[in-house]
């Protein structure tokens, strides 16, 4: 079945897209990296390697960290997708305890890996609130930083990961 | 990336109707988006049809104790499935190392099977300066053969394709699996491959324009592999050795046929009938066999004994000769029709072609002047000579002439020296004798002034149609092939033709075909070559005679020593494709002996991995992986260690899968399946073998570690990878003393 139509849900939001090469449509080979930076301006989440091996593109697609930058936007169709932009109360702008907790532990340099990492942990804490620092450190083996901001990430991480449910 | 049409299957027969069509399945995606996106292939599919959603495709499931799993399962869902973890925990411990977690939430363990390969060549990006059509695109050559290899196969190569030595050949001759026997000292082997497409390399080697030499892939860097003088080699022993080489057949077929004509062709021809068993009687109107070899091409370049030694040997396999006797003339073809089963006729193209030009008639036919040549150039020594044409003929022309005292001889042709299709060596050997080559030159008509000429027009005139498969002519049982057919053509030419009218005519007559026995050589694994040898930069020279010793009698050069052309052998790179399969699962499927269900069939892991270059070569049109089976070995313990520099993220350096079983301290079964180090998943059954009964300990370990890679060739650059081999099983096998 040729796909023509696409349904994405983006932070909770509902998007509807034409699939095809013209003016407007999203074309077969367009990755979700590109729909969300380029078409939802959701810059959030970076796009460095666009090999699937750093890690900076990833959101959340159904409860799962995935590389964006190796992920067709048709292959998503119907799919929940959470981005950085996502994370914070959309009315109060409070940030998430994550973003929050890279904040109180100073867990970035530059920043640019931040948002990827950020989404990995995420999805980490929402399927093992209680990781231990080797499941922190696993479950971001695929996420790199140039700047050697890790030490302080798996801070950040493990913080949020005590006080869960505590 | 280029653009596709996208869609998406409902179930695998769906997917398969697609694929037949053209389009690419997307699974996962990681590793065929890198490919869409870098450009790095020649080819793209027009369409993608996503199978990631075929309903049940991704379970795991236990049926009558074979585990079942989807082939759409992802790499996380393996790592983390409780029944994989306790029936088959290797397979889990592979999952989980394939790439980053990112990665495994999206890859499937069939896109894993079927991923292609991460050679650094093969993948380098389109837009960073334009893709490598390497050997396993279609071009001609691995780049980490002379290039940076670190990261390569340690046990050799496949072959991607024809190489292109062999696909210049007008015969096809298998170049660098014969160069490989001579590597192995198997000269009678590296005979036997050279003469399944042609009888008389003796000849050959010394004659032909090896087409073959100069498409040689060593042509880019340094040079070409010396075909020629080690196919000259080759040739002596087998003249030196002809009571083997040229053996009566065994059983007679009953059947006769004749040959009209002794040149290549017919020989050729003879050669492959009577091998078949057939009677053969050749007919030639000279007074000796061998047509233009015997004829037209000059002693200095082969000398004449040669060819009655080649067709004594043709004698002594039972073929008769009937010489000095013209079809036509002294038999009525009807008659020979009559009295033979099947006539091959391969009379040649002695004929003058008209080339339609004013004044034609005072000029002299190349191959007339070949053989009457001292006739024609008394009393024309000290004149000047124009010769036209670029070919062998033309050179032996040139040649000669000068030889014989013509005070200038000019050779002017249509072609650019680069097209000219002489041999560079003969171009070079002409210069060196002062001939003035003046290429891309026509000739319009004959005048004798500055003979500046445009334009020419050749007529092929007088030919026999035959059916190109067959050789067939419009008469039943009546072939015809060789210059006859295609106008004046190479030696090397003329015996392809000759060799398929045998075919032909075996055919028609309802005889099989012989293979080679007694002459086997044994097929390896993967193509070899000798890890000194390739670097060697300069080709073998033959020792040549000087210029001006040189004379119309003797040959001009001499054979290579038997230790120069077993040494040029080495500089052969047995081209194929050196790149190592990545994947983590398919040393572990083969390790398990696991079956690999598509949609038409079940295939054992190893046939399905290890057999072909590529797992698309392995898949017929349209047939999809649809399920991994898995009968999980009682007691036995299974690891895959994988070394690599970023544990976080590498694909292997090198990997291996091992499934021990032990009693009572010592070994009662192995398998053991390397990653990364060959061209597809390397399985050691040697090592397995020798396992069974050892005693767990440190000495087992050692022999085993040296024995897994007691084939391994290593490059240059890659050598460390034999020792993270030996690591691996030396661990391997130490971690059983715990058990
Ligand atoms: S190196 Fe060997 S296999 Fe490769 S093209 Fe030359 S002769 Fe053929
Ligand atoms: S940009 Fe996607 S993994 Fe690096
Ligand atoms: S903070 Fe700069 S790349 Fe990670």
Same mark, same amino acid.
């Given at each position: 079945m040729k796909i023509q139509e696409i349904t994405l849900y983006v932070n909770g939001i509902q998007y509807e897209f034409s699939i095809g090469n013209k003016f407007g449509q999203i074309p077969p080979g367009e990755t979700l990296s590109q729909t969300l930076r380029n078409r939802l301006g959701l810059t959030g989440s970076k796009e460095a390697c666009g090999e699937g091996a750093c890690g900076c593109c990833t959101v959340i697609m159904e409860g799962d960290a995935i590389t964006s930058c190796m992920t067709l936007t048709v292959d998503c169709d119907g799919k929940h997708i959470l981005t950085i932009e996502g994370l914070a109360d959309p009315e109060t702008g409070e940030l998430s305890p994550l973003q929050q907790a890279f904040i109180d532990r100073y867990a970035f340099q530059c920043g640019f890996c931040t948002p990827g990492i950020i989404m990995t942990s995420k999805a980490l804490l929402d399927k093992n609130p209680h990781s231990t620092e080797e499941e922190i450190k696993e479950a971001l083996s695929g996420n790199f930083c140039r700047c050697i901001s890790q030490y302080h990430v798996v801070q950040a991480v493990s913080d949020v990961a005590g006080k869960a449910g505590a | 990336m280029k653009s596709f049409e996208y869609s998406r299957a409902e179930d695998f027969c769906e997917a398969s109707c697609r694929a037949v069509k053209g389009a690419r399945p997307i699974a996962g995606g990681t590793d065929l988006l890198g490919e869409l996106k870098d450009d790095i292939l020649t080819d793209y599919p027009g369409e993608l049809v996503d199978i990631k959603r075929i309903p049940g495709a991704d379970e795991i499931k236990i049926e009558n104790g074979t585990l079942k799993i989807g082939a759409l399962t992802k790499l996380v869902k393996i790592a983390e499935n409780d029944l994989i973890k306790e029936k088959a925990p290797i397979l889990a411990e592979a999952a989980c190392s394939v790439a980053t977690p990112l990665i495994r939430n999206m890859g499937t363990i069939g896109g894993n099977l079927c991923q292609d390969v991460r050679c650094w060549f093969y993948r380098y990006p389109h837009d960073a300066g334009g893709r490598l059509v390497c050997s396993r695109k279609g071009g001609s050559t691995c780049y980490a053969v002379q290039g940076d290899?670190?990261? *390569?196969s340690v046990f050799g190569g496949m072959k991607a394709h024809t190489t292109p030595c062999t696909a210049k050949c007008p015969a096809g001759t298998d170049i660098p699996a014969y160069m490989e026997q001579l590597r192995h000292g198997n000269i009678k082997g590296a005979a036997s491959i050279i003469m399944q497409v042609n009888p008389m390399p003796m000849l050959t080697s010394r004659v032909c324009a090896h087409f073959c030499q100069e498409d040689c892939n060593r042509c880019a860097n340094d040079e070409g592999v010396a075909i020629g003088s080690v196919e000259r080699y080759v040739g002596n022993y087998i003249l030196d050795n002809k009571e083997f080489f040229y053996q009566p057949p065994v059983q007679e077929t009953g059947k006769s046929t004749a040959v009209v004509g002794a040149g290549p062709s017919g020989l050729s021809a003879a050669y492959f009938l009577r091998k078949a068993g057939n009677a053969v009687t050749v007919y030639d109107s000279k007074k000796e066999p061998g047509g233009m070899l015997m004829y037209a091409i000059p002693n200095y370049r082969l000398p004449k004994d040669l060819v009655r030694r080649f067709t004594a040997c043709l004698e002594q396999m039972g073929v008769k000769f009937v010489t000095e006797t013209v079809i036509g003339k002294d038999v009525a073809p009807e008659q020979l029709e009559k009295e033979f089963d099947s006539v091959y006729y391969a009379t040649g193209a002695w004929k003058r072609p008209v080339l339609g030009l004013a004044g034609e008639e005072l000029t002299v036919f190349g191959l007339d002047f070949l053989i009457e040549v001292n006739e024609w150039m008394q009393g024309k020594v000290g004149s000047e000579v124009l010769v036209t044409g670029g070919g062998n003929v033309a050179m032996d022309v040139a040649i000669t002439a000068k030889r014989l005292g013509a005070k200038k001889v000019t050779m002017a042709c249509l072609e650019s020296e680069n097209e000219m299709p002489a041999s560079r060596e003969e171009i070079a050997r002409a210069k060196e004798e002062g001939i003035v080559i003046m290429p891309s030159w026509g000739l319009g008509k004959v005048i004798e002034e500055d003979g500046i000429v445009k334009g020419m027009e050749l007529n092929r005139r007088g030919l026999i149609d035959v059916a190109e498969e067959t050789q067939m002519t419009s008469r039943e049982g009546v072939f015809a092939g060789g210059d006859a057919t295609t106008g004046p053509a190479t030696v090397i030419r003329g015996i392809a033709t000759g060799h398929n009218a045998a075919r032909g005519m075996n055919r028609y007559l309802g005889v099989t075909e012989p293979g080679c026995s007694g002459m086997e050589h044994g097929g390896e694994r993967f193509l070899t070559f000798d890890p000194e040898g390739i670097l060697n930069k300069k080709k073998a020279r033959q020792e040549e005679i000087p210029a001006d010793e040189r004379s119309i009698e003797k040959e001009d050069s001499k054979s290579l020593p038997e230790a120069e052309a077993l040494k040029e052998a080495g500089r052969c790179l047995n081209c194929g494709c050196y790149a190592v399969n990545p994947s983590d699962i398919a040393p572990v499927l083969v390790a398990l002996d696991a079956k690999i269900v598509t949609t038409n069939r079940t295939i054992p892991a190893e046939e399905f991995c290890c057999? *072909?270059?590529?797992v698309s070569e392995m898949l017929q049109p349209g047939e999809l992986v649809t399920e991994i089976d898995i009968a999980p070995p009682e007691g036995a313990v299974m690891n895959y260690d994988k070394f690599r520099l970023r544990d976080s993220v590498d694909f292997a350096i090198v990997s291996l899968a091992s499934v021990y079983s032990t009693e009572n301290g010592k070994f009662t079964g192995a398998r053991t399946v390397f990653g990364g180090a060959a061209p597809v998943p390397y399985r050691n059954q040697e090592l397995e073998g020798w396992l069974?009964?050892?005693?767990?300990?440190e000495d087992t370990a050692e022999k085993a570690a040296d024995l897994a890679v007691k084939n391994a060739i290593p490059f240059e650059k890659n050598k460390y990878k034999v020792i993270e081999l030996k690591t691996l099983v030396k661990d391997s096998v130490l971690r059983m003393r715990e058990k």
């Open positions: - | 290899s670190r990261y *390569h057999s *072909h270059l590529k069974i009964g050892k005693p767990v300990n």
